[in-house]
Every structure is written in structure tokens, then in C-alpha cells.
């Protein structure tokens, strides 16, 4: 194929690309890597060169698109094969709203989220109990409460859909005050629960909470961001996952983890009151 063929049909399919993105051309740049004028020149009709390699990767990896179609070699879309890495390791600093991980949560809008949380979810945790897992971990107060509070807004908004599954006896045991939880006044794990029950039942459906019975079940605590990858949590950093096969068979997993769970999303608020009224007693 001629070179100025490509090129059109490069700048065809870019201007398919720019006509279904929701923002302006500046946010179209930035997303894909560079500036408002670089993206003038490639859409320009006087222009016969194709972008470096690194820009073209980073068009078919934020659109979904395969490089096959964007070169206009192709009239099937669809990715054939992995753009990333199969594999990264991002550390967890910062605060959250600057983080890769609260980037994948926006890319993943208008998609599942599938999530088994390491303890208490994120975003139903209370003030004080944010303050008594930040001091006993050694982690940033600030950092934590930014996550909450992050969650708790995108979870509220009417295109999200996450799916929570985690044990039944994580729950338990707070209650007890019992594991990481021991010295946790009974006023507090009353108050965490009590907030728990509120939030899980103002959120539904949007946001469901399944709970399963640990001693038949395992899980590492682990997010899967629709069909673009899963972020395994192992401390202060995470395990990337991006490769296609990888994402489906951990969402097997997480599916087998709903088909177990012994309490569903219309009966998690009230087992959480349950636990509030029975602490102490």
C-alpha cells in the first residue's frame, strides 16, 4: 500500500475515534500521550507521515482497537491480540485519586467491576476504623480516607456496576473483635457495622455484596476492571494482570465465588445490622 493510502486511512479512522470520545480534542491528546497540536498535525489532510509507534500503541491500547484497523489494514476492530504487557507491578502510594488504580476504576465506567476486598471494603469503612487500620499498618491516614471517599462517590454514580464477594467470616469476626480488629472498642464495631448496613443498602443495586462462607471457599483479595485487567492486592503494591485469558478465568473464579455465597445482596444489610445489635451482647 502507498504510504499517502495509509496515511488517509490512518486519519480516517483517528477521526472515527475523536467522533465517538465524550471529551474535547485536548483530553483525546492527553489521553493517548500528547499534546492538542500533535494531534492537529496527524489529523491534517497535508500530512502524509504516521505517527511514532509508541503513539499508535497507545491509540489502539486507551480505544480498544486493534493496530490492523487503526493502519486501515483491517475492517475488524477488535483486538487480536495483547497491546500491554501481560504483567505489571504498580506500588500503592499517593493519594488514591492520583493512583493507576483510581485511573482503572475510571476507565472501567459503564463496565463490571468485580471486587474481593483484603478486609472490610474500602469504601464502607468509617472514620475511626480508617484511623485505627492507618495507625496499626503503618499506612497513610490521608491516603486511606481519599480511597473511601473516592469509592464511595463512584459508586453513587448510575452507570457504575460492582459486584463485591468476600467471606462471611471477615464480618464475624470484627464483630468479635477478634484478629487485626483486637483492642477495637465494641463501640466502634457496633458504629463500622451499623454504617456498613446503611451504605451497602443505600448503594444497591449499583453496588452488591455477596458473602461466602471462608472455610470452603479461598480468595486472594483481587479487583477485575471490566474486561481490561485485574489488579491482585499483595501488601502496598499490586500484581497487573492484562492478558485476556487471565481476566476471564479470574472472572470464573469470582463468578464460582457469587454461585457459593450463602448471604446475597438483598439480605447484606441486614446481616450487617444483625452483627451490629449482637456486638457485645
Same mark, same amino acid.
Given at each position: ?36 497540536? /500533535? ?68 476507565? /472501567? ?25 492507618? /495507625? ?106 492484562? /492478558? ?38
Amino acid at each position: 500500500m502507498d504510504k499517502r493510502d495509509l496515511s488517509s486511512l490512518f486519519r480516517e479512522r483517528l477521526k472515527v475515534l475523536l467522533q465517538r470520545f465524550s471529551g474535547n480534542q485536548s483530553s483525546f491528546a492527553a489521553a493517548i500521550g500528547i499534546d492538542r497540536s /500533535a494531534l492537529s498535525q496527524m489529523l491534517s489532510d497535508a500530512s502524509t507521515r504516521l505517527p511514532r509507534a509508541e503513539t499508535l500503541m497507545a491509540i489502539a491500547e486507551v480505544h480498544r482497537v486493534s493496530l490492523d484497523w487503526l493502519l486501515g489494514l483491517s475492517r475488524d476492530e477488535a483486538l487480536t491480540g495483547e497491546i500491554r504487557a501481560s504483567l505489571e507491578i504498580e506500588e500503592s502510594v499517593g493519594g488514591f485519586d492520583t493512583t493507576l488504580l483510581a485511573k482503572w476504576h475510571a476507565e /472501567a465506567v459503564g463496565t463490571k467491576i468485580r471486587y474481593v476486598p483484603a478486609g472490610i471494603p474500602d469504601l464502607l469503612r468509617t472514620e475511626a476504623l480508617i484511623d485505627y487500620e492507618a /495507625a496499626i499498618m503503618n499506612r497513610s491516614r490521608a491516603a486511606q480516607a481519599g480511597e473511601t471517599r473516592y469509592r464511595i462517590d463512584y459508586n453513587r454514580r448510575p452507570e457504575t456496576d460492582m459486584e463485591v464477594c468476600m467471606p462471611l467470616h471477615t464480618l464475624e469476626i470484627f464483630a468479635r473483635g477478634l484478629g487485626v480488629w483486637t483492642g477495637v472498642p465494641e463501640a466502634l464495631r457496633r458504629e463500622q457495622l451499623a454504617h456498613m448496613a446503611r451504605l451497602v443498602d443505600e448503594l444497591y443495586p449499583t453496588f452488591r455484596l455477596f458473602l461466602y462462607d471462608g472455610r470452603t471457599r479461598y480468595s486472594v483479595p483481587y479487583t477485575i476492571f471490566g474486561p481490561f485487567r485485574v489488579a491482585v492486592y499483595v501488601g502496598d503494591m499490586y500484581l497487573v494482570l492484562n /492478558a485476556t485469558q487471565t481476566v476471564q478465568a479470574l472472572t470464573r473464579h469470582f463468578d464460582n465465588l457469587i454461585r457459593a455465597a450463602e448471604i446475597n445482596p438483598h439480605e447484606a444489610a441486614a446481616f450487617a445490622a444483625g452483627l451490629a445489635d449482637r456486638v457485645g451482647a
